[in-house]
């Protein structure tokens, strides 16, 4: 568990660091999204990966909202 949470802040500060430095818009709703599909089936089992759409959904609804110009 501990080697999780751990995972989950170096990306939050990878994912920030990126955003200030590279001036890119990280989309923190996607890369979490993302990070969920990629976990969940690694901890819960292979059940989990019926997640993966819900990601897609994800990262679509963020462009479709204007959130992003283009892909990064």
Do not use: D, E, N
Not at 41 to 50: D, K, Q, R, T
């Amino acid at each position: 568990m501990v080697a999780l949470v751990v995972a989950m802040l170096a990306t939050l500060f990878v994912t920030l660091a990126v955003t200030v430095v590279a001036r890119w818009k990280i989309l923190v709703h996607t890369a979490t999204a993302g990070g969920v599909v990629v976990l969940a089936p690694l901890i819960y089992g292979a059940h989990m990966l019926a997640l993966v759409p819900l990601a897609a959904l994800v990262a679509w609804s963020r462009v479709r909202l204007g959130a992003t110009r283009s892909p990064k």
